[in-house]
């Protein structure tokens, strides 16, 4: 949601400061920018849970092709879908003549749609490819999520795999890192710090709750924020400069500490089991607001730059907003919540499979 926000604010409000960034917008970028690691470190710790989850269905014995067939089933049906209507968005403002903006400070000045780098992405198991597809440049994040998730399912493998199947897993990983060449510095760059954030994630799922009292919990908490609102202050507006790499690293990982004790908390605060409903729709919303806010903006720029402007973008953010979150909860609910059912089902009748063959043979 700090994401969705996040850009709905700087694809509305933020042009209205032309090329000039103001202090808001830049704590809302940051906001932005740092909700990313709390998302890499959620990641690692579902990822765990499935894991522990499919060795506890299998007597120990972690089981790849559940576990392939299940992250399968929860990415790509919404992520289909989401690279299906950016086409037809993109199709729409061209009958409209709304693809190209002019307006200083704007997100984007071009609604382009490429869809095969994404199937490029997809096939080649983001090997190669990308996947923001040329509009949807929030999807950078969830290459490196399909990274780790094979990562991840290979060296459960190697780890608790059966037989010979532990050698592939390890020599998979490592095939795999050659091939994503790691080596590299500038990617190494990039993956250390998501796969520290990813990990530590990981680490929360091996805690048992309850080890940390509620209150110490909060405090800690509250002491990791007010060292990140420090560095952040005292950086300033350089804060994601290269030169200050070091200071942006250290905020993040304030940031991911932080979240860690979120989710200790969330695990003893059962009040908040009420916001479980948020995390149905939650992907689908991560994968096709930005889409949806630009091709708003794309036809108003171009055919009401009125509402932009002014008294009347104070009254189109909010709306262009709720329309967004709508059309994604749409979605979610017809494309995403269903595909999660489908998973669930597979998973049951492969189960099934297993206690048959089991019964036969006895």
């Not at 399968?72 to 993109?90: D, K, S, Y």
């Not at 999520?145 to 010979?164: C, D, M, N, S, T």
């Not at 209150?215 to 350089?238: K, N, P, Q, T, Y």
Request: net charge neutral.
């Amino acid at each position: 949601m700090v994401v969705f926000f996040a850009h709905s604010w700087l694809s509305f409000i933020g042009p209205l400061d032309g090329l000039e960034v103001t202090v808001f917008s830049r704590i809302v970028s940051t906001a932005s920018t740092l909700a990313v690691t709390c998302f890499f470190v959620l990641s690692g710790y579902v990822i765990a849970l499935s894991i522990m989850a499919n060795r506890a269905r299998n007597d120990g014995v972690f089981k790849p092709l559940d576990y392939f067939a299940a992250r399968c089933f929860r990415i790509l049906p919404p992520l289909l879908v989401t690279m299906g209507l950016c086409w037809l968005l993109a199709m729409g403002l061209g009958l409209v003549g709304a693809t190209e903006t002019n307006i200083v400070g704007a997100e984007r000045e071009r609604f382009a749609v490429s869809l095969l780098p994404q199937f490029v992405a997809l096939v080649s198991v983001s090997v190669l490819g990308e996947l923001e597809g040329g509009i949807n440049g929030p999807l950078w994040s969830l290459l490196w999520e399909i990274r780790f998730y094979v990562f991840a399912g290979l060296l459960a493998v190697a780890a608790w795999g059966k037989g010979v199947s532990r050698v592939v897993g390890a020599l998979g990983a490592l095939v795999y890192a050659w091939l994503l060449e790691l080596t590299d510095p500038l990617e190494l760059g990039i993956a250390v710090p998501l796969f520290v954030y990813f990990g530590l994630g990981a680490v929360v799922a091996l805690i048992k709750p309850g080890v940390m009292t509620r209150r110490s919990l909060v405090w800690s908490a509250l002491m990791l924020l007010v060292a990140s609102a420090g560095i952040g202050w005292l950086v300033g507006e350089d804060l994601f400069v290269e030169s200050l790499r070091p200071a942006s690293i250290s905020l993040e990982m304030l940031t991911a500490m932080w979240f860690v004790l979120v989710i200790l908390a969330v695990q003893q605060l059962h009040w908040l089991a009420g916001l479980a409903p948020l995390g149905a729709v939650s992907y689908t919303l991560y994968i096709l607001h930005f889409p949806v806010l630009q091709a708003m903006y794309f036809v108003l720029a171009n055919h009401a730059p009125g509402a932009l402007q002014g008294a009347g973008v104070w009254l189109t953010w909010p709306v262009a907003t709720m329309v967004t979150l709508w059309v994604c909860g749409a979605v979610g609910r017809a494309v995403e919540q269903p595909a999660a059912q489908r998973a669930f089902v597979a998973a049951l009748v492969n189960a099934g499979d297993r206690r048959s063959r089991v019964t036969s043979r006895s």
